[in-house]
């Protein structure tokens, strides 16, 4: 049940374009994308949900393919900063209470 | 505005030891969330509560206890430890009842070994 994160790493240049993606076996409700630093606590990047609402930062896009039961997060002209652990959270449809599932994680790593 | 608190920072306990984990929460949010984090893993969720009930339960043993004060704060007990215990364990707030579309806030976490 948890979510599929691909790639697992990833090593960037300045400037380049990343795309980091989320794959659920199960129908989802809602996807939530966290960045994590080396020694610091997950920080809220974005939230999908079931019927297309979106709330998050606004440098920051994702997609949610409702019937391919995955999500996609966009890094586009990418920056140092960018650099961390990246998690999806799944709700299956019907949790919009409960478990928020994380996958594995994708290592992103921004050089100069 | 402070961010979610959590103590200790770090803890090192034998097994069969007992533990308690402290969290209090963003001012004005009333849903605490636990997390344990192994290394190299994602956060696995472990309790959600609002308004001082559980509202939800991870796949974790009756070892795993929480409970949410009337001030929105929450303690995470742990009883008699194994080494597999040792984890991270984060503790993320939140404005609304359901997890499904509220951000969380996390926050840095208490770094608990097991010896």
């Known amino acids: 049940q948890q979510p599929v994160q691909s790639p697992q790493a990833v090593i960037l240049r300045e400037g380049e374009d990343a795309v980091i993606n989320c794959s659920s076996s199960?129908?989802?409700?809602?996807v939530h994308w966290y960045r994590q630093k080396h020694g610091e606590a997950p920080v809220f990047l974005m939230i999908?949900?079931?019927?297309?609402e979106q709330k998050g930062h606004e440098k920051i896009s994702a997609s949610f393919n409702e019937k391919k039961q995955q999500s996609s997060l966009y890094l586009t002209a990418s920056q140092l900063s960018y650099s961390g652990t990246y998690f999806c959270?799944?709700?299956?449809?019907?949790?919009?209470?409960?478990?928020?599932?994380f996958g594995k994680g994708t290592k992103l790593s921004v050089k100069p | 505005d402070a961010g979610v608190t959590q103590s200790p920072t770090h803890l090192i306990k034998t097994r069969g030891q007992q533990v308690t984990l402290r969290c209090s929460p963003i001012?004005?949010?009333?849903?605490v969330s636990w997390y344990q984090q192994v290394l190299g893993q994602g956060p696995q969720f472990i309790f959600q509560?609002?308004?001082?009930?559980?509202?939800g339960r991870g796949n974790f043993p009756d070892r795993f206890s929480a409970r949410q004060f009337p001030n929105y704060s929450s303690e995470l007990n742990v009883n008699a430890l194994l080494l597999g215990d040792s984890a991270l364990y984060l503790c993320?707030?939140?404005?609304?009842?359901?997890?499904?579309?509220?951000?969380?806030?996390f926050g840095p976490g208490t770094r608990l070994t097991v010896t």
């Open positions: 993320a707030s939140s404005s609304g009842q359901g997890l499904a579309d509220y951000e969380q806030y």
């Open positions: 509560y609002y308004e001082k009930e559980e509202r």
């Open positions: 001012s004005g949010h009333k849903s």
């Open positions: 199960k129908a989802l409700y809602s």
């Open positions: 999908l949900l079931k019927g297309g």
């Open positions: 959270g799944i709700l299956n449809y019907g949790g919009s209470q409960g478990n928020l599932i």
